[in-house]
């Protein structure tokens, strides 16, 4: 399967607790993106990498929040002292020019 | 502000029939299109995409119809299936620097295909 991966696909964890997850996208793709999808909405744009350069950070952002893509192959999106409004699905995507190519996710639970 | 606003927020359809989901935008400089299907507990698949110099689009029972004038786009699936039953987002874009095409999503339509 040569599409993009993401794991977990799910993670509990305590309030105040740090997660770290791990995107792998498509190998010839640059361009890397990570979005946060609460329950009945879109996904929302939460940061970009062009190789290893993280280029946009959204204000959704929260000094919390830390992505990095070390090499530019995969990226990890970790969340520091997590809080109950955090609890979402993660989803990360690669493109290599317009169209954007979707992970399955990472569901988190903040309890 | 909801850059990119979806409608209707769910739709039932009988198996054979046209579905048919519409989202309008607000920003001019939006210029491509995608629209993206999501099962439950899956990411969003790419189903197909337009940009605005191009009225229709059309791939398999899948076609977007396009009003620049009026900015609006809308999706139409032909002979719906229940294998269709889904959740679909509209979504938009425009060049943003360094290469950054990020996506604005709209809400999402729960569409649901009966037998």
């Known amino acids: 399967d040569t599409g993009v991966s993401q794991d977990p696909r799910h993670k509990i964890t305590k309030r105040g607790q740090n997660v770290t997850f791990r995107c792998d996208p498509i190998?010839?793709?640059?361009?890397l993106y990570w979005y946060r999808q609460t329950l009945g909405q879109g996904p929302e744009f939460l940061t970009y990498f062009q190789n290893e350069a993280q280029l946009e950070k959204s204000r959704l952002l929260s000094d919390r929040f830390s992505a990095e893509r070390p090499k530019g192959s995969f990226s990890t999106l970790e969340i520091q002292r997590t809080e109950q409004g955090d609890s979402a699905m993660y989803l990360c995507?690669?493109?290599?020019?317009?169209?954007?190519?979707f992970g399955p996710g990472t569901r988190l639970l903040v309890l | 502000q909801q850059q990119v606003k979806q409608s209707p927020q769910s739709l039932i359809v009988q198996k054979g029939g046209i579905s048919i989901i519409n989202c309008a935008y607000e920003n001019t400089a939006f210029d491509y299109f995608p629209w993206y299907q999501q099962f439950p507990g899956k990411g969003p698949a790419l189903l197909i995409a337009i940009r605005p110099d191009v009225s229709e689009k059309k791939e398999g029972r899948f076609t977007i119809s396009f009003n620049k004038s009026a900015k609006q786009f809308s999706l139409h699936i032909m002979d719906s299936q229940p294998g269709d039953s889904a959740t679909y987002f509209c979504?938009?874009?425009?060049?943003?620097?360094?290469?950054?095409?990020?996506?604005?999503f709209g809400k999402g339509t729960l569409l649901t295909v009966n037998p």
């Open positions: 979504a938009a874009s425009t060049y943003s620097g360094g290469s950054n095409y990020k996506l604005t």
């Open positions: 190998s010839e793709h640059n361009r």
């Open positions: 995507a690669s493109s290599p020019g317009r169209d954007q190519y």
